[in-house]
């Protein structure tokens, strides 16, 4: 009886750590849609499904430092500085929410485009900007007002440029799309920067 009992405590050990893993709070899905104009400002919109665990009463998701004319599901956001990006707050769309939800971010950038110190021009596009949870499956969509011509570079604040063995890229005319091939730590950090030409910027 004793042996029993130790068996089925341990089990029922094992199955509580694994119901407390898969459903721990974070983000199962973050897609980035960004359209680059010609004057080197952008327009991203962000969907984010969130899993969320009994409990959550405050959130923030974090976008770029500069962004702005920020909404969330269509409405002007409240927004706030911290850790040298902007977080927009979403507690009074979680709270009291258990299971899945998706929210849209949408967000301007301007003046990505600059001159290198050898006279090229280079896009620099921050993807991702720290948030608090781990992120299972991310994908990006960027659009260039021309062709593609440059092969764009990657980097994280955990990874650095390791970072580009966990995405796959793929390029379409003037489309640059990446999706993760592994989950993104809790707070990670991404930047894409590509050579550009003076034809399309």
Excluded at 67 to 92: F, I, P, Y
Excluded at 104 to 120: C, M, P, Q, R
Excluded at 160 to 189: M, R, W, Y
Aim: charge should be negative.
């Amino acid at each position: 009886m004793r042996r029993f009992l130790i068996l089925f405590t341990a089990v029922l050990l094992l199955v509580s750590l694994a119901t407390g893993i898969s459903a721990a709070t974070g983000a199962s899905s973050v897609g980035s849609f960004a359209t680059v104009s010609a004057d080197g400002s952008c327009q991203v919109t962000m969907s984010v499904t969130l899993h969320l665990e009994q409990g959550v009463t405050e959130m923030y998701f974090p976008i770029p430092a500069g962004a702005s004319d920020v909404t969330v599901n269509g409405s002007r956001a409240w927004t706030g500085s911290a850790g040298g990006a902007r977080r927009v707050d979403l507690s009074k769309l979680v709270n009291g929410i258990v299971g899945d939800f998706t929210v849209s971010i949408h967000y301007s950038l301007s003046n990505l485009v600059s001159k290198t110190e050898a006279g090229t021009l280079e896009l620099t596009l921050p993807l991702l900007s720290g948030f608090d949870y781990p992120i299972s499956s991310m994908s990006f969509s960027v659009t260039l007002p021309g062709a593609v011509e440059g092969t764009p570079v990657f980097s994280s604040g955990y990874h650095q440029s390791n970072i580009e063995q966990d995405l796959s890229f793929s390029v379409d005319g003037s489309i640059i799309n990446v999706p993760s091939l592994e989950a993104l730590k809790d707070h990670e950090t991404l930047e894409m920067t590509l050579s550009v030409s003076e034809g399309i910027f």
